[in-house]
């Protein structure tokens, strides 16, 4: 069945990196953009990064640009967020979500079961 | 960013009530809305997409409408189920925006 996993998440100090992985199994994941959207329970659900079926287009959020950044290896079938410089308000559940369809705007049909972020002194 | 402003942000309701949750956007999105359901320590879960087409498996009892800025979600005959949180999101921009959400409970 189609499904997203995530890994990576953990307890690191501000200022850290964490980079997260998500696989990716029963569907084709080279022919579909992906997000990644965390959800805290103070600012709710929140957009973070997506990247183009190809890895040629990214988007991120002005909330994380010049410190976060999406990638992917479709050889691996593989999404990544690499976060640098986190910072107390990163601190969220992190989710690895796949675009409905191939190409254009579109909801988010599938999503993983998240990996908890948290960044503390 | 386009702002959306969900209400109600709590919704008391009993086995067999029909339920609506509103959604507005700060900017005309047109029909780019989609509808999702959560459970506690679960992944939301998409239930309607483009305002008023349901996601494959769902249950026909949810609908959705509108277009522009407003939007609504309706459960008709509510399911012991569909006790759960529901988000709106807009994906007319890249910078993609939800609503806060709406906890539907058990009156």
């Known amino acids: 069945q189609v499904q997203l996993v995530e890994s990576g998440g953990g307890v690191v100090q501000p200022g850290s990196s964490l980079r997260l992985s998500c696989a990716a199994s029963?569907?084709?994941?080279?022919?579909?953009?992906m997000h990644w959207v965390r959800q805290t329970p103070g600012k709710g659900l929140e957009w973070v990064a997506f990247?183009?079926?190809?890895?040629?287009?990214?988007y991120n959020a002005d909330s994380v640009k010049g410190r976060f950044t999406i990638s992917r290896d479709n050889s691996k079938n593989t999404l990544y967020l690499q976060m640098n410089s986190l910072r107390p308000e990163d601190s969220a559940v992190y989710f690895c979500?796949?675009?409905?369809?191939?190409?254009?705007?579109?909801?988010?049909?599938?999503w993983g079961q998240g990996t908890m972020v948290t960044v503390s002194t | 960013d386009i702002q959306m402003t969900q209400s109600p942000s709590t919704l008391s309701a009993s086995v067999g009530d029909t339920v609506t949750i509103t959604c507005r956007a700060s900017?005309?999105?047109?029909?780019?809305m989609a509808w999702y359901q959560q459970k506690p320590g679960k992944a939301p879960t998409l239930l309607i997409y483009r305002a008023s087409t349901l996601e494959s498996g769902v249950p026909s009892r949810f609908s959705g409408s509108g277009s522009g800025t407003e939007f609504t979600l309706t459960i008709s005959s509510l399911q012991p189920d569909d006790f759960a949180t529901y988000f709106c999101?807009?994906?007319?921009?890249?910078?993609?925006?939800f609503g806060q959400g709406t906890t539907v409970d058990i009156k």
């Open positions: 029963g569907f084709t994941f080279s022919t579909f953009p």
């Open positions: 900017q005309i999105i047109d029909r780019w």
């Open positions: 979500v796949k675009n409905r369809v191939t190409s254009g705007k579109d909801a988010f049909d599938v």
């Open positions: 999101q807009q994906y007319n921009t890249f910078s993609q925006t």
């Open positions: 990247i183009a079926y190809d890895g040629t287009n990214k």
